[in-house]
């Protein structure tokens, strides 16, 4: 009867040793791939505020273009 108890025992903390070990490993590829998605959440954020940019730019040469047309046109 001891024996089955002490080979529980020994099982239980096996098991609880692996899991501690299992559930180490998931976190930090956890931390990795949050770092990662953050960077690429950053990037597409600073690519959506350059093509705004560069739409704003093209608007502004449009209406240069036409004032420019008009005037010569006159």
């Known amino acids: ?19 501690f070990f299992i559930v180490r490993k998931i976190k930090k590829e956890q931390a990795v791939l949050k770092r990662k998605y953050e960077k690429t959440s950053v990037g597409a954020d600073d690519s959506e505020l350059r ?7 093209v608007k502004t040469l449009e209406a240069a273009l036409e004032k420019s047309l008009k005037n010569n046109g006159n």
């Open 51 to 57: 093509v705004k940019t560069l739409e704003n730019k």
């Open 1 to 19: 009867m001891q024996d089955i108890i002490i080979y529980y025992i020994a099982g239980l903390l096996t098991g609880l040793i692996v899991m």
